[in-house]
């Protein structure tokens, strides 16, 4: 697990396995994500992914990112994001769910065209940050 503090915001890396593509996920993700809160991400299979769907929105079959907001109505983002890790894919795709569920967190959504829309480019401008 790593752990670090930027601003305010903690944020925590948990790696069901060990993998060495993904241990310098977190250094990627401290200097995009800046203010207040704290956000666990969790990286792990699809079976997980698939269990924690149908435990928690009743879908039986696996996702590649689930958001749970834990976050006081008033305070700053703070949550669990799972990942789906599966089979090591590029850095840039699990980089890219974490993100979106961060964007979750700060309260965007997806459910209108619209929204969506503004998350994809959220997402792409957050992840140019990354790639500098």
Do not use: Y
Not at 9 to 30: F, N, S, T
Not at 90 to 103: N, Q, Y
């Amino acid at each position: 697990m790593e752990f670090d503090r930027l601003s305010s915001l903690i944020i925590e890396v948990v790696l069901e396995k060990p993998d060495p593509v993904l241990q310098g996920l977190h250094a990627r993700l401290a200097p995009i994500m800046e203010g207040d809160g704290r956000i666990e991400v969790v990286v792990c299979d699809p079976g997980m992914m698939r269990m924690l769907n149908r435990r928690f929105r009743m879908l039986d079959r696996s996702t590649d990112v689930l958001t749970f907001d834990l976050s006081d109505p008033d305070g700053p983002p703070e949550g669990t994001i799972f990942v789906d890790g599966r089979m090591a894919p590029p850095l840039s795709e699990v980089l890219e769910r974490i993100i979106h569920g961060w964007l979750h967190l700060r309260g965007f959504s997806h459910h209108t065209p619209e929204k969506a829309e503004l998350m994809e480019r959220l997402t792409a401008e957050f992840l140019a940050g990354v790639s500098k």
